[in-house]
């Protein structure tokens, strides 16, 4: 049932006697709650915010409505990690409410300055007739994980010739100065960048808007991100309004990129090339990146997208984030593998090894099967016309991930997967696969894939693309198959188990 605007805007102590243990009695038998991904006690979870490293721990906050699965008064909640594989739950970093941020503490990020982890955020607020009005704020996280937010605003207004949709500041250092990138949309209703600079994050100085060459590109920008590495700039950001075009843009929001000579932060002008996706699974919006200590550009996404229902919905909570992804870039493009970090799920495992050339044919293998694993699959030699995997198989559900050797393409089928989602975003993704790229050359694709009880992320080709995905199969769909129909193909693969029971 939908909560009205008044239940949707309680803040967490003002729920109902009983109401909280009533969600979480109603978690505690569902059976998609995931094993090695994080996931909401209880409520609704989107972006990511803040993803930092700070006093020997990697911090990950993200959005969180506690007190049910649609979009209500967001908090910040805190998890944090030594090792980006196993996370702990802090509790609630920002709790909305305040004069700045009445309704919803929204994304942002996070910078240390003076041995301290200073939170910059979006703080929303509506007035009686519900117009926005929003707020960048700023909240400062002690080394006990206290956070105590400042008074006022850093950022009050909307520059003139925007509108209300102005949100999720990020921030970065470039030699002494503070910059922030800001998501905002035009009076024209088109989204767009911003830019500022601060030298203490408390004032801020307003530049004006990134330049780039997509002028109508899109009616918002949500959650930009800009980030240098290998010598070159690169902005992700989170449009809304892109039309489905060929293989691209079929989720209702997308999530992508723009790489370029590093931005110019005199002129703002960014010189680029084209907009590719980040992910081309179903569920993946607002990623939010990291620089860690040791160099390395880390990603996190939201495994989920606004304006949609999740079959988890009636189970009391929503979404999960992605594993965390390395990137870097080759040619115009960047690449996405999982942390190595990941390899510390294995534990002791060596991992059930197979090897098989199939031959017109569906097998399954001795200890190929589960509901939480890592499979890693390379097909090679490979003149079938189709070749790939059904995974949380049963005689009723199965998800499919297989490539057409005619048009060298590779399709995520989720249509069989389980209980249905929101068919606004269909059932079918697919991808050509570069062409020119090593792997093809030898005929050789790789998959490395992470499945979860009520998701998939597919690393393709060593991390040349990406399909993440929720499925909801029941807990007897277990099975694994590999098929190569019209032709035969070798398979070698490895399986290690991350059932947490
Ligand atoms: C993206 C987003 C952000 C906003 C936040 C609110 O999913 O809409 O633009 O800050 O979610 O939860």
Request: proline share 5%; with cysteine; charged share 20%.
């Given at each position: 049932m939908?909560?009205?605007?008044e239940?949707?805007?309680r803040?967490?102590?003002?729920?109902?006697?009983?109401?909280i243990?009533?969600?979480e009695?109603?978690?505690?038998?569902?059976?998609?709650?995931?094993?090695?991904?994080?996931?909401p006690?209880?409520?609704?979870?989107?972006?990511p915010n803040?993803f930092?490293?700070?006093?020997g721990?990697?911090?990950?906050?993200?959005q969180?409505?506690?007190?049910?699965?649609?979009?209500?008064?967001?908090?910040w909640?805190?998890?944090?990690?030594?090792?980006?594989?196993?996370?702990?739950n802090?509790?609630?970093?920002?709790e909305p409410?305040?004069?700045?941020?009445?309704?919803g503490?929204?994304?942002g990020?996070?910078i240390?300055k003076?041995?301290?982890?200073?939170?910059?955020y979006?703080?929303?607020?509506?007035?009686?007739n519900?117009?926005?009005?929003?707020?960048?704020c700023?909240?400062?996280?002690?080394?006990?994980n206290?956070?105590?937010?400042?008074?006022?605003?850093?950022?009050?207004?909307?520059?003139?010739?925007?509108?209300?949709?102005f949100?999720?500041p990020?921030v970065?250092?470039?030699d002494?100065?503070?910059?922030?990138?800001i998501?905002?949309q035009r009076?024209d209703?088109?989204?767009?960048?911003?830019?500022?600079?601060?030298?203490?994050l408390?004032?801020?100085?307003?530049l004006?808007?990134?330049?780039?060459?997509l002028?109508?590109?899109?009616?918002m920008?949500?959650c930009?991100?800009?980030?240098?590495?290998?010598?070159?700039?690169?902005?992700i950001?989170?449009p809304?309004?892109?039309?489905p075009?060929?293989?691209?843009?079929?989720?209702?929001?997308?999530s992508?990129?723009?790489i370029?000579?590093?931005?110019?932060?005199e002129?703002?002008?960014f010189?680029?090339?084209?907009?590719?996706?980040l992910?081309?699974?179903?569920?993946?919006?607002?990623?939010?990146?990291m620089?860690?200590?040791?160099?390395?550009r880390?990603?996190?996404?939201?495994?989920g997208?606004?304006?949609?229902a999740y079959p988890?919905?009636?189970?009391?909570w929503?979404h999960c984030?992605?594993?965390?992804?390395?990137?870097?870039?080759?040619?115009?493009?960047?690449i996405?593998?999982?942390?190595?970090e990941?390899?510390?799920?294995?534990?002791?495992?060596q991992?059930i090894?197979?090897?098989?050339?199939?031959?017109?044919?569906s097998r399954?293998f001795?200890?190929?099967h589960?509901?939480?694993?890592?499979?890693?699959?390379?097909?090679?030699?490979?003149d079938?016309?189709?070749?790939?995997?059904?995974?949380?198989?049963s005689?009723?559900?199965?998800?499919?991930?297989?490539y057409?050797q005619l048009?060298?393409?590779?399709i995520?089928d989720?249509?069989?997967?389980?209980a249905?989602?929101s068919?606004?975003?269909?059932t079918?993704?697919?991808?050509?696969l570069?062409?020119?790229?090593?792997?093809?050359?030898?005929?050789?694709i790789?998959?490395?894939?992470?499945?979860d009880?009520?998701s998939?992320?597919?690393?393709v080709?060593?991390?040349?693309?990406?399909?993440?995905?929720?499925?909801?199969?029941?807990?007897?769909?277990?099975?694994?198959?590999?098929?190569?129909?019209g032709?035969?193909?070798?398979?070698k693969?490895?399986?290690?188990k991350?059932?947490m029971e």
């Amino acid at each position: 049932m939908k909560m009205t605007r008044e239940q949707l805007y309680r803040r967490i102590e003002q729920a109902e006697p009983g109401e909280i243990a009533k969600l979480e009695a109603q978690i505690a038998t569902c059976s998609w709650r995931q094993s090695y991904h994080i996931q909401p006690v209880t409520g609704l979870l989107n972006d990511p915010n803040g993803f930092s490293y700070y006093q020997g721990y990697y911090h990950l906050f993200y959005q969180w409505f506690p007190l049910g699965t649609e979009h209500g008064l967001k908090y910040w909640y805190h998890t944090r990690s030594n090792n980006l594989v196993n996370w702990e739950n802090v509790g609630i970093a920002i709790e909305p409410g305040g004069p700045y941020d009445s309704h919803g503490a929204y994304s942002g990020s996070a910078i240390e300055k003076d041995g301290k982890l200073n939170l910059i955020y979006t703080g929303n607020t509506r007035d009686k007739n519900w117009i926005r009005h929003p707020y960048q704020c700023l909240a400062i996280m002690d080394e006990e994980n206290v956070v105590t937010k400042f008074e006022h605003p850093v950022i009050s207004d909307v520059p003139a010739g925007y509108t209300e949709h102005f949100r999720d500041p990020k921030v970065w250092q470039h030699d002494d100065v503070y910059y922030c990138v800001i998501g905002a949309q035009r009076m024209d209703e088109t989204g767009c960048t911003m830019l500022y600079r601060s030298a203490d994050l408390k004032h801020w100085q307003f530049l004006g808007e990134i330049m780039t060459t997509l002028p109508s590109f899109g009616y918002m920008w949500e959650c930009p991100d800009y980030l240098e590495m290998e010598g070159q700039g690169v902005l992700i950001f989170s449009p809304q309004g892109i039309q489905p075009e060929a293989e691209r843009y079929h989720n209702i929001y997308q999530s992508g990129y723009l790489i370029g000579e590093p931005l110019d932060l005199e002129s703002r002008e960014f010189k680029h090339g084209k907009f590719h996706e980040l992910d081309r699974g179903f569920d993946f919006y607002a990623p939010q990146t990291m620089h860690s200590p040791d160099g390395r550009r880390i990603l996190v996404a939201w495994m989920g997208l606004p304006d949609l229902a999740y079959p988890t919905d009636d189970s009391g909570w929503a979404h999960c984030l992605t594993l965390p992804r390395q990137l870097s870039i080759q040619g115009d493009k960047l690449i996405q593998q999982p942390v190595p970090e990941m390899a510390q799920l294995r534990g002791e495992q060596q991992g059930i090894q197979a090897q098989s050339t199939i031959n017109n044919e569906s097998r399954s293998f001795a200890g190929f099967h589960g509901i939480a694993y890592e499979l890693e699959c390379e097909i090679s030699q490979n003149d079938a016309n189709l070749v790939g995997i059904e995974f949380r198989a049963s005689d009723t559900e199965k998800t499919i991930v297989q490539y057409n050797q005619l048009d060298r393409k590779l399709i995520l089928d989720r249509s069989h997967s389980g209980a249905a989602l929101s068919e606004a975003n269909g059932t079918i993704r697919s991808c050509s696969l570069d062409v020119d790229s090593e792997a093809e050359v030898h005929n050789v694709i790789k998959l490395r894939m992470f499945v979860d009880s009520s998701s998939v992320e597919i690393f393709v080709n060593d991390g040349q693309e990406v399909f993440t995905s929720r499925i909801f199969p029941s807990r007897d769909s277990a099975g694994i198959q590999f098929f190569a129909h019209g032709g035969k193909a070798d398979f070698k693969m490895v399986i290690w188990k991350y059932e947490m029971e």
